[in-house]
């Protein structure tokens, strides 16, 4: 027995226009112009490839399943549809004990599952260096190994499909072959690398740039260094946290130019803090880490950034007040672009209904009613 069809409308992003859109047992049976207009816009549902945590869920603190659950709740809340969960640089059984853990909340329902469909591993194969280590524990970074790799899989049911690594390592070109071998995407990040060093890991199949121009030395050459082998590198997707504090409105602006909006995406890269009172906390990454009024979250006594503290649609909405951008491209680096890049449907016939019904704020931000995932759709409170 199907479930009976749930009519969806709003205004396209692209053209302004009204559409309804259909869905049929959690799927997108039909997409139609017109239908009511009640001031809202219909999109593509948010996908995050980089969240640590968020709302004090912290995937990063040896999470049980019920926090993971928890999580994906307090994800949905902030106008996403699905996410990657990002577990950064630690020891090999804290790595294991929160795959685990997102294994077992993903086994307990469906819609935590599609919600989840992969996990992003950022390390522990990353620059030990101050700078391009970021707020990765120095004490865990170590040589990429893919014996180690395997493991982690089979404790995890092959739950990882992007791993973040510095291609300044001998192992790899190796270790990279290895990976797309087996099916996972791998990125470039918490690099200090030679431009002959990134472009070898391209040639290995190395596919992306996460958070581009951030997890880096702070100061670089002029030229040659990593930015610029990267943004020339046009085999690489590049990842860009648009929250204000990452990354300089001119830098973010001419990075996406050099990259192209068909070859960038936007993620929250958001700490457990994120949606937190602004104050000083313990956190796993970074130790001890200090929110501030205007969203910067640092390393106590340091100017490094310790992940971000917003929602990936506030980063939509910075990113067309910093690079110009149309509501539509805004949000393609944030919807269509990260399911592209994983061969995954977008709105389309057939696609699984992941939708994001919203307002715009006089000031441009993002103010979603009701996220959709997989068809179920999840009514945010007025103040969200």
């Known amino acids: 027995m199907t479930d ?5 409308w709003g205004r396209d992003p692209e053209t302004g226009q009204n559409r309804t859109i259909v869905i049929r047992d959690g ?5 139609l112009a017109g239908g009511h ?15 640590n945590g968020f709302g004090g869920y912290d995937l990063n603190a040896r999470p049980d399943p019920q926090t993971v659950r928890d999580l994906v709740s307090a994800v949905h809340r902030s106008g996403v549809s699905r996410f990657a969960p990002t577990l950064i ?21 469906p819609l935590i599952k599609h919600a989840m469909p992969f996990v992003h591993l950022e390390g522990p194969h990353i620059a030990p260096e101050d700078g391009p280590r970021g707020a990765h524990p120095a004490e865990h970074v170590r040589p990429p190994s893919l014996d180690e790799f395997d493991a982690w899989q089979a404790a995890s049911g092959n739950l990882i499909g992007l791993a973040t690594m510095s291609p300044h390592w001998p192992e790899t070109e190796a270790y990279v072959r290895g990976l797309r071998t087996r099916g996972v995407r791998v990125a470039l990040g918490h690099a200090n690398a030679t431009p002959d060093q990134i472009s070898a890991a391209v040639a290995a199949g190395a596919m992306l740039s996460t958070h581009l121009g951030n997890g880096i030395a702070a100061t670089l050459p002029r030229h040659p260094n990593p930015i610029w082998s990267q943004l ?15 990354l300089p409105p001119e830098t973010f602006k001419a990075m996406l130019r050099a990259k192209g909006l068909e070859r960038s ?3 929250s890269d958001a700490a457990a803090l994120a949606g937190c009172t602004p104050g000083i906390y313990d956190a796993p990454i970074g130790g001890k880490v200090e929110l501030k009024a205007n969203g910067r979250l640092e390393v106590v006594g340091t100017s490094f950034l310790a992940g971000a503290a917003v ?27 990260p399911r592209l890049l994983f061969n995954l449907p977008a709105l389309t016939v057939g ?3 992941d939708l994001l019904r919203f307002r715009l704020g006089e000031d441009g931000s993002l103010v979603p009613e009701t996220v959709y995932v997989a068809g179920r759709p999840y009514p945010l409170p007025p103040e969200e």
């Open 265 to 267: 995406i936007l993620v």
């Open 89 to 109: 640089t630690a020891s090999h059984d804290a790595i294991i004990d929160a795959l685990q853990a997102i294994a077992q909340a993903r086994d307990s329902d």
């Open 4 to 8: 009976p069809a749930t009519r969806v």
């Open 37 to 51: 207009d009640d001031g809202l816009w219909l999109s593509l549902g948010l996908f995050d490839l980089q969240l």
């Open 232 to 246: 020339a590198e046009d085999r690489l997707w590049a990842s860009f946290i648009a929250d204000g504090h990452h």
């Open 351 to 353: 696609a699984p209904a």
């Open 27 to 31: 799927r997108i049976s039909d997409i």
């Open 311 to 337: 929602s990936l649609k506030f980063g939509i909405a910075m990113a067309r007040r910093m690079a110009g951008l149309t509501l539509a491209e805004a949000l393609r680096l944030a919807t269509i672009n």
